[in-house]
């Protein structure tokens, strides 16, 4: 059985101080074989991408508004993808979910195979 379960959501403060990791931990595949991605749904808003990596982790991709901001990363010994988001912003409230993608890392939802069911990102003062 296929699952992708998110973690490290939360509430926290924007600004330099703001950050948070997420996790994705991957079960029921093979994980090395899949590309990731992370995405992200504000509420009354469009589902849109955030970041993807590559199989071997080798090449990775942002989308503009969390370029320099976020890090995506795997581990493919643990079957884990993260997402690390430094100075979060109040527009990255959202909740954020992880995608797996059995050909290449892509930026587009439709392209992906399995998805998590997400974790809150809430940032506030």
């Known amino acids: 059985q296929v699952q992708l379960v998110e973690s490290g959501g939360g509430l926290v403060q924007p600004g330099i101080g703001g950050s948070l990791r997420l996790s994705c931990a991957a079960s029921?595949?093979?994980?090395?074989?899949?590309?990731m991605g992370w995405f992200r749904q504000a509420t009354g808003k469009e589902r849109e991408f955030v970041a993807a990596i590559s199989k071997n982790g080798d090449n990775t991709y942002y989308a503009d508004s969390v370029k320099g901001r976020f890090t995506i990363s795997r581990d493919n010994a643990k079957n884990t993808v993260y997402l690390q988001l430094n100075s979060l912003k109040p527009e990255d409230t959202a909740v954020y979910y992880c995608?797996?993608?059995?050909?290449?890392?892509?930026?587009?939802?439709?392209?992906?195979?399995?998805w998590g069911l997400g974790t809150q990102v809430t940032v506030s003062p």
């Open positions: 029921g595949f093979t994980f090395s074989y899949y590309a």
């Open positions: 995608a797996a993608n059995r050909r290449v890392a892509s930026q587009r939802g439709y392209d992906y195979d399995y």
